[in-house]
């Protein structure tokens, strides 16, 4: 195992100082952490492991990385606040530090020319990075309940060529789910992969429907994780072949093939 900061590593951990911290969503938070080497290396679809170093937080959490800037050496996370320890990280201020543990996992396949990227929820953090990486390539389709969930369309709309929108209630955009509408774009569409993140039974739905039109499909799962590092086996998975994964080292992103029966 090559330890994080030796010669040879691709992951880093170091202290990292908070640049900025801003409330986007109720209980949903924008953070911003100066991290130049983990700026440098990490890929889409990849995430890290932050520590809080105040207080008694001794575990890690996995955030996935929604944004880098490698020149500025800057990494940013979108994250919901769900319990004490996001709450603890939402309290941080500019000019405090958290631990940063990363870039960790195997990212999004980069070879694709026209993807369509569908998210729903806080799975479309890592696809904001994705889409960012595939400059200007991707359209994205987003579902959420209301219209007030999708505050996503203002952070997609520069890094995309189409915003497309799903609401339960119909608040905006299309009534009903993302797999109401994925059929009918995959249909008019020139896409050649279709990219997904967000709850399960919407990823299933949406690797059922591109497999249907012939499409490659990608899916970031989400695993409650200990160590992301491989080594505790609490991310474990069974793949449609039999094997045993580890979500955390060999995905998050998979081929929906290898997870989705
Ligand atoms: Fe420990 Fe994946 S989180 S093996």
Not at 6 to 10: D, G, K, L, Y
């Given at each position: 195992m090559i330890l994080p900061n030796?010669?040879?590593?691709?992951k880093f951990v170091q202290d990292a100082k908070v640049l900025a911290q801003q409330e986007l969503a109720t209980d949903v938070f924008f953070l911003v952490v100066e991290a130049p080497k983990i700026a440098r290396a990490a890929k889409a679809g990849q995430f890290v492991q932050l520590r809080i170093l105040s207080g008694d937080f001794t575990l890690r959490r996995p955030v996935g990385v929604a944004a880098v800037d490698s020149k500025k050496g800057s990494v940013a996370f979108i994250y919901r606040v769900v319990g004490r320890g996001t709450k603890a990280l939402s309290a941080l201020m500019p000019g405090e530090m958290v631990n940063v543990l990363g870039p960790l996992g195997h990212g999004f396949t980069?070879?694709?020319q026209r993807p369509l990227i569908v998210g729903g929820g806080m799975g479309l953090s890592p696809l904001l990075y994705y889409a960012d990486a595939m400059k200007g390539k991707a359209d994205v389709l987003m579902g959420g309940?209301?219209?007030?969930?999708?505050?996503w369309t203002n952070l997609f709309d520069d890094l995309t060529q189409e915003v497309f929108v799903t609401t339960d209630d119909g608040s905006?955009?299309?009534?009903?789910?993302?797999t109401t509408l994925l059929p009918e774009l995959l249909e008019k569409g020139d896409y050649d992969v279709v990219v997904t993140c967000g709850p399960e039974i919407m990823m299933r739905g949406v690797a059922k429907i591109a497999k249907e039109h012939g499409l490659p499909c990608e899916v970031s799962l989400e695993k409650r994780m200990a160590?992301?590092?491989?080594?505790?086996?609490?991310?474990s998975i069974d793949t449609t072949d039999g094997q045993r994964k580890k979500v955390c080292k060999d995905g998050?992103?998979?081929?929906a093939e290898e997870v989705f029966a």
């Open positions: 030796s010669p040879e590593a691709t980069m070879k694709y309940k209301t219209a007030e969930e999708l505050f905006m955009g299309t009534k009903g789910f993302t160590c992301g590092l491989g080594a505790c086996l609490s991310c998050p992103v998979f081929p």
